[in-house]
Structure formats: structure tokens, C-alpha cells
């Protein structure tokens, strides 16, 4: 069984009704029972990381986190779920997990285009994911794939070994990070047709090995 | 970089397909989850339903169809019409829609704006504008006022003075439409969505008189448009969007074309 991560962030059953789709049986939810007893965790998130933080620990999620890490046990981070894993977001002010090292920042205002255009803020629609190396999870991605988008701030890695893939909006960031078992994007594979099926399809089939 | 987006939209009544010429003689064709379907293979990168039935009792029936959309295609996509309470917009995002848009309710009530970006996050709430062109005036500084009732009822509020107001309040995109150009398949209103999407920070759609892709190579580049909304040159066969994309693309347009 693969468990959703429930933590009050907003549109979880899209991701549901994917895996649904696909055939992996999964659940929802916030008991660290059924969490660890999952062979498999997708942390999900839509809304802003100071939120997002305030419930993972009210609910004890946060610790839950760092020990289905230890335990070599997949984890797949979605949008805020990948923003909350690095250190430090500018969003709210807001200390993060400290899973992987670097910071998360807003869009800077003068954000332009190759034309000089001001870029809207949030980066919203589809955008191409420039796979820097293999992995498991982003195999059969057909090259020139396109992911959805929506979000303000972006992650800025320090460990530029967990950079996987990268997307180009006025500035460059690390739209897919990997370490070990844990695997995040920025995008929203849910909702980026047949190559974020891929994704999660290939997730749900991750023995969690980097290689 | 960011492609511009193309998005279909489709008229439910009754939990069928329709498409309103100039808001009249809707002719039936089809059903909107296989409509769907089809455009979401097709490469739509967003589809929009926009919910035109009539009495708020037959309401259940669209949030089905929204149900049965949202466990076929894997792309974003809003629904729109009759969204008037928090509820509302509660009902048709828990059936599976990535967005709702609010229209004629947001212009009678804008904290439905605030309290939506509140409860769901603005990447939710489209804010859907039809705007009807008008003499210049000191009330209507920009020529283009605001009308609601699907066109008939004139609000006197300026459309530009709304759409910053509306992204002040909380709106994550603007869907943009002219009631001039709306049904004409003579071309989008380019001065006015250059207009509003230069002056706001939010993603526009323009929406309201595609006929050709030249019509969407026009919005997208010349009126700066974020995304263009299409109707009836894909319902009736005229282009799919496979061949829109190609074009597009060929006039230096970035457009999504892996899928």
C-alpha cells in the first residue's frame, strides 16, 4: 500500500485518483500506523510551507518523515511537499525539515523572458524538465516532456548532487531533487498527463535505490 | 520556458455538451467526459467546462460529470457557470477540478474572491470577466466595462479597474472575454487583452472569437496572452489541436508538444 500523506494540503485526491488510474492501491491519511505500514509514502502539498510546517508537526508527520527516511522506505515529495524538505523557505518565514540542504525563495519581482518581458508570478502552465541524470523514477520519460506547474517560490539547492532535473523560468532551479529513497518535484506529475504518469508509475515501482 | 497554454472549452447544460453562438441557439454535441477525454489525448494542455444549466436543482448532474472528468484525464481543468457561494466552489473542487471560475457572482460580491483564495489557495480561482467595449468615459476610463448575465446586464465598472481589483482580492488567473468577439470567429479582442494581461501579474486567457490558429498566434504574441481558449474551430472538426500546436510553434510560438 502506498500512503498520501494527509496533512490538511489541500487537493490530495488528485493524487489518489492517479494512482487509482494506474492500479497501486493507496490511502490517504495521517495515522503513523497506517504510514508505517506502507511500503511506500507520497507527500503531497498545495498551499504555503508555513501552514504546510505548522500541521506536519501538529500532527507529528515531521518526525514520522525523517524515520520512513532512515528506514530506506520511498518517498515521493509534490510541489510544497518538495519545497518543506530543504531548510529554510522565504515563504512565511518558515523553517523547514532540513532533509536536504539549501533554501526556498519567491520569484524575484523583475523576472524577465529571453524578450524582456516581465514573467508572471506564480510560474503557472506547462514547462519542460531538462533531466540532468538517470534515475530510476524518470525513466521512459520521453525527452522534450513538458510538466505542470503552479507555484511562487522556487527551491535553490546547496547540494547540487541532488539536482536531477532542471526548468528554466527567467531563472534556472532544480525542478526534480533525488537523495538515496527520496525523490521530489516541483511539478505536479498528477496533473501533467501520460509523462507524469510515467512518473508516478514508475515511483510505485521504485525499490528506492539510486541506480 | 513556460509554453503558452491552449484550452478548450466546452458548455455543459444538463450534463451535455453545448456551444453558445453569441450566448444563443446552443446546439447539443455530445458528452463532455468523452469530449474530454478526447482533447486531453489530443494534447489540450487545460480544458475548461463551463456549466450553462439553467435551474441550481439539476447542479448535481454537472458535479458527476465533473467526477467522471476528473478520473479520465490527468491534465488541470476548471469548471465554471453558477459558482456563486464557498460551497460552491467546495463541491465542484472536491469532484476533481483543479480551479473554479467565478463570473457574474464575483462582480456582485468580490469577497467570494478573498474568501475562496483563503479556504483553497489562489491557484484555484479564476476570475472570468466578460467585458463589452464602450465609448471611453470618466467612469469607464479604459473603454471596456464590465457586463454580467452571460452579456446582458452593463455594471458600469471598469474591466481594468476590476481586473486589478480581482488580483488584489486574490485571483490566480484571469480568464478574459469578449462579448464583441465572442462567437464571431473573426479573431480575439487583441487591445483589450494586451490591455489587461500587461497590466496585471496574473496568467489571462483570452477568450471570445477564435476562428483560426493565426486568430491564437495573434492573442498569444501580439496581445500578450497567457493562454488562448478555443470553442468551436475544434468541436466541429474545423482544426484539432494537434495541427493549432504545429503552427503555432512554426511561428516561433512555444507550445507543449510531448505528451
Given at each position: ?32 500506523e ?33 524515520e ?8 515521493l ?27 526556498v ?96 508509475s ?10 | ?46 480544458i ?8 441550481s ?23 465554471g ?53 464602450v ?12 457586463v ?10 471598469d ?50 472569437g ?50
Open positions: 500500500m502506498i500512503a498520501i500523506l494527509d496533512y490538511r494540503a489541500g487537493n490530495l485526491t488528485s493524487v489518489e485518483r492517479a494512482l487509482r488510474f494506474l492500479g497501486f492501491p493507496c490511502e490517504i491519511t495521517d495515522s503513523a497506517r504510514i508505517r505500514a506502507a511500503e511506500r509514502i507520497i507527500f503531497p502539498g498545495v498551499g504555503a510551507a508555513g501552514k504546510s510546517m505548522q500541521d506536519l508537526s501538529e500532527l507529528g508527520l515531521d518526525s514520522l518523515l525523517h520512513r527516511l532512515e528506514a530506506g522506505v520511498p518517498i515529495g509534490i510541489c510544497v511537499g518538495l519545497q518543506v524538505l530543504f531548510d529554510y523557505s522565504e515563504e512565511n518565514d518558515t523553517k523547514c525539515l532540513g532533509i536536504l540542504p539549501g533554501k525563495r519567491l520569484f524575484p519581482a523583475e523576472l524577465r523572458d529571453e524578450d524582456g518581458n516581465l514573467l508572471k508570478i506564480p510560474h503557472m502552465g506547462w514547462n519542460e524538465v531538462i533531466f540532468t541524470r538517470e534515475h530510476p523514477v524518470f525513466r521512459k520519460v520521453p525527452p522534450g516532456s513538458e510538466f505542470y506547474f503552479v507555484h511562487s517560490y522556487y527551491p535553490e539547492a546547496s547540494d547540487l548532487a541532488c539536482v536531477v532535473g532542471r526548468t528554466d523560468y527567467g531563472i534556472a532551479f532544480g525542478s526534480a531533487v533525488a537523495r538515496r529513497n527520496l525523490v521530489a518535484v516541483q511539478f505536479h506529475p498528477e496533473k501533467s498527463g501520460p509523462p507524469g504518469l510515467q512518473i508516478l514508475n515511483f510505485c515501482q521504485w525499490d528506492g535505490l539510486d541506480s | 520556458m513556460l509554453s503558452k497554454r491552449i484550452i478548450p472549452c466546452l458548455d455543459v447544460r444538463d450534463g451535455r455538451t453545448t456551444k453558445g453562438i453569441k450566448f444563443r441557439n446552443n446546439i447539443d454535441i455530445g458528452d463532455p467526459v468523452d469530449m474530454g477525454r478526447y482533447y486531453y489525448e489530443e494534447g489540450a494542455d487545460e475548461v467546462f463551463y456549466d450553462i444549466t439553467a435551474s436543482d439539476r447542479r448535481p448532474i454537472m458535479l458527476e460529470v465533473v467526477r467522471r472528468v476528473a478520473e479520465t484525464i490527468f491534465i488541470p481543468f476548471s469548471v457557470g453558477g459558482i456563486r457561494t464557498l460551497e460552491d466552489m467546495r463541491d465542484v473542487l472536491l469532484a476533481g477540478a483543479e480551479k473554479v471560475s467565478v463570473n457574474s457572482a464575483a462582480v456582485l460580491n468580490p469577497g467570494i474572491i478573498q474568501h475562496g483564495a483563503k479556504a483553497f489557495g489562489s491557484q484555484c480561482i479564476v476570475l472570468g470577466m466578460d467585458v463589452k467595449r465609448p471611453p468615459s470618466a467612469k469607464i476610463p479604459s473603454g471596456y466595462e464590465m454580467i448575465n452571460g452579456g446582458r446586464s452593463p455594471m458600469g465598472i474591466a481594468l479597474w476590476w481586473a486589478q481589483e480581482a488580483e488584489r482580492l486574490g485571483a490566480g488567473e484571469i480568464c478574459l472575454n469578449s462579448i464583441d468577439a465572442d462567437g464571431t470567429q473573426n479573431g480575439y479582442e487583441l487591445s483589450l487583452t494586451h490591455l489587461i494581461s500587461t497590466k496585471v501579474r496574473i496568467p489571462v486567457i483570452a477568450s471570445g477564435a476562428g483560426g490558429p493565426h486568430h491564437l498566434l495573434d492573442v498569444l504574441s501580439e496581445g500578450r496572452a497567457d493562454a488562448a481558449l478555443i470553442a468551436s474551430m475544434v468541436h466541429y472538426g474545423t482544426y484539432t489541436i494537434r495541427e493549432i500546436k504545429e503552427f503555432l510553434q512554426g511561428q516561433g510560438v512555444r507550445v507543449r508538444q510531448t505528451w
